[in-house]
């Protein structure tokens, strides 16, 4: 064969070549054929790559932590998993490192294509997130738990290698920090998001709206370093607070409520609430309300203003909200807004009054949180022995507990009875009452009864005398029966 024929043959094969790669440039063949002596032609328009509709995904900036799957097409020796560094880099399976920070998925494609060149002609790159990292998220305001909170981000599986993001929620953040407080203002949560351009534009939800349509929020989404604040209601609505309790992201009933009661009540001091599904000695069933508290403090007194019951609350922002509860209205009504519900840290002040209507005495004495009290009947009274204690309820009037203790002896003095009250200011009021049993309620002569009033009855003049013979003519012995005669007879003292 002559050297002319073998020049052309070479050149045929040469220009089939050539006019291969020019048809398919993503062959297999143009794909693993490195450059030799020609410099790489610009990276748009040699490398390419995969292009997938995903608007949650092409959204995501990439941040330290994401890891990403970089595939190449047709050289899975070159494909593999990277994830961002702290410093924003990523090392890719080539031994190259590209800055990602702060870029979405589709920006990074370009970058990691670019330097797949140095490989490849014309690489088709395919980048997908593999593991988004967690949300770095604050909450402040209204929240039983303020601070900052890591949130994981699951991928939600969908058709082929299209898979999106699962978002926590901002509902889920609250739960997470414990739930809200019943001072929480829900018609303008606060959220601050970092736009990444220095800028932190904030946007509001009515998440009141949220409860009352039934909805649970869960199209309220959170994005790495947002901060949401709850601010705090201006004023109190019981309806509203009910609402709030009977969601998920509010402090479960079960929570431990640590309250004080002072005031008109027969027990004053901290008490520990918890609510439950079911009712017992420490749990109201439900949620812990007013009354319940009360009944924890062994009820109202008798002179219990009960129409201006203070609670004080300390909110999480600094201030302090009061409301004026009355359990008169709540009695006659059931208007469940004069029961409110109670949270940690809560102040029951019941205040005293010295308008008593004994007719509202009566009827307070039948309510739940009006518990009974304890006096003393002391003397000629037929039920032994002569100290009787009795429980009764907090109307009780002097005569009822003289009859509930047995009434006279035939001995007992029936005109008058001694009657003593320790007042809580430390004094003793002491007088003599005439009796009267077809007397109302009289607080000179016929009071209605306090926790330990002691009642004296004495016995009769005649009776007196009878003592006297009796202890005189005793048997006793000799030595001692005249200085006896003379103490009885009150000529020598004891």
Request: glycine fraction near 8%.
């Amino acid at each position: 064969m002559s050297f002319r024929v073998l020049r052309c043959l070479f050149q045929s094969t040469v220009s089939l070549t050539l006019l291969t790669l020019a048809i398919a440039p993503n062959s297999s063949m143009a794909q693993s054929l490195p450059y030799l002596e020609d410099p790489p032609p610009p990276p748009s328009r040699t490398s390419q790559r995969v292009r997938r509709s995903n608007p949650e995904l092409d959204e995501y900036t990439l941040g330290p932590g994401d890891l990403v799957q970089i595939e190449i097409f047709e050289a899975p020796e070159y494909s593999g998993e990277a994830q961002v560094l702290a410093n924003g880099m990523m090392d890719l399976p080539i031994g190259g490192r590209v800055y990602v920070e702060g870029l979405t998925i589709p920006q990074a494609t370009d970058i990691i294509a670019a330097e797949y060149v140095r490989i490849f002609r014309y690489p088709l790159v395919s980048v997908r997130l593999s593991g988004p990292r967690p949300l770095q998220v604050t909450i402040d305001g209204e929240v039983t738990q303020p601070g900052a909170y890591v949130m994981e981000i699951p991928l939600k599986a969908q058709s082929g290698l299209q898979r999106g993001l699962q978002y926590p929620t901002v509902p889920e953040l609250i739960e997470l920090a414990g739930g809200v407080t019943l001072s929480a203002d829900l018609r303008r949560v606060e959220v601050r998001r970092n736009s990444g351009n220095g800028k932190e534009p904030s946007f509001y939800i009515d998440l009141l709206s949220y409860i009352q349509s039934g909805r649970r929020g869960q199209d309220i989404t959170l994005r790495d370093g947002d901060a949401l604040f709850i601010p705090t209601a201006e004023r109190i609505e019981e309806e509203r607070v009910r609402q709030l309790a009977a969601t998920n992201f509010a402090v479960a009933e079960d929570s431990p409520r640590s309250v004080v009661v002072v005031g008109a009540v027969n027990q004053p001091g901290n008490y520990v609430l918890i609510g439950g599904p079911s009712r017992s000695e420490l749990r109201p069933g439900g949620l812990p309300t007013l009354t319940f508290a009360l009944e924890q403090a062994g009820g109202i007194v008798t002179n219990a203003d009960v129409r201006q019951v203070e609670i004080r609350r300390i909110t999480q922002t600094g201030g302090e909200q009061i409301i004026i509860a009355n359990l008169w209205e709540f009695l006659q009504t059931g208007d469940f807004e004069n029961d409110p519900i109670l949270q940690n840290g809560d102040t029951i002040v019941v205040p005293r009054t010295d308008a008593i209507d004994s007719a509202e005495v009566a009827q307070l004495a039948n309510a739940s949180f009006s518990a009974s009290i304890v006096v003393y009947v002391v003397g000629e009274v037929n039920k032994a022995p002569s100290i009787r204690t009795l429980e009764v309820p907090t109307n009780t009037t002097l005569n009822q507990a003289i009859l509930q203790a047995g009434g006279f002896t035939d001995d007992a003095n029936r005109d008058e009875v001694d009657f003593i009250r320790l007042n809580p200011d430390g004094t003793v009021r002491q007088e003599t009452i005439e009796l009267d049993f077809a007397r109302g309620i009289d607080e000179f002569e016929n009071p209605l009864l306090r926790p330990n009033d002691i009642i004296v009855i004495s016995r009769s003049g005649l009776a007196r005398v009878t003592d006297t013979l009796e202890t005189i003519f005793s048997p006793a012995p000799e030595i001692n029966s005249f200085m006896r005669i003379l103490e009885t007879l009150g000529i020598v003292g004891d």
